[in-house]
């Protein structure tokens, strides 16, 4: 009886393994922690980047009034480094309106006035140009959280308004 209880007062004090445990226990809470700052971090990036890719297409629309709407998206996709593709794609999707049409459509010149409007006319001032850049991006943390969250992709989107300019 004598020896169990020595035993059972040697095991209480021992504390060898009380640090394992502990350190087990708050390692995947600072990992998850790590990983949602770096989730914010490439939310905020992406966010400068669309904000910055919707500006560039919309300062082009705005000083080219001839621009097609496939100009208009490469120069969003060059300023994101997406590559080439069309204005939607699964990741990202680029609409523009000028004048109050969808850029490129005001550029068909079938109809019967021969003065062409004002944001045809080469070298005159163009609209004003809205362009709207959505860009989505997978979260580090919704890989780990996809099972109970849906969260990828996260849609990043910016809308900017120019005025028209003359070249």
Request: charged content about 20%.
């Amino acid at each position: 009886m004598k020896t169990i209880c020595r035993a059972a007062r040697t095991m209480a004090r021992d504390q060898r393994g009380q640090s394992l445990i502990e350190t087990a226990l708050a390692i995947p809470i600072l990992l998850l922690i790590v990983v949602g700052v770096v989730d914010v971090a490439r939310v905020f990036v992406a966010k400068t980047e669309t904000t910055n890719a919707a500006r560039e297409a919309a300062a082009l629309a705005a000083r080219d009034p001839q621009a097609t709407i496939e100009q208009i998206c490469q120069r969003a996709r060059d300023e994101l480094g997406a590559g080439s593709g069309g204005c939607v794609s699964a990741s990202l999707e680029v609409t523009c309106t000028r004048g109050g049409a969808t850029c490129g459509s005001e550029t068909d010149l079938s109809y019967s006035d021969p003065t062409p409007p004002l944001f045809t006319t080469a070298g005159e001032g163009g609209a004003d140009v809205t362009v709207s850049v959505t860009y989505g991006i997978d979260l580090v943390s919704g890989q780990l959280l996809g099972r109970a969250f849906a969260v990828n992709p996260v849609a990043i989107r910016s809308a900017v308004w120019f005025p028209g300019l003359s070249r």
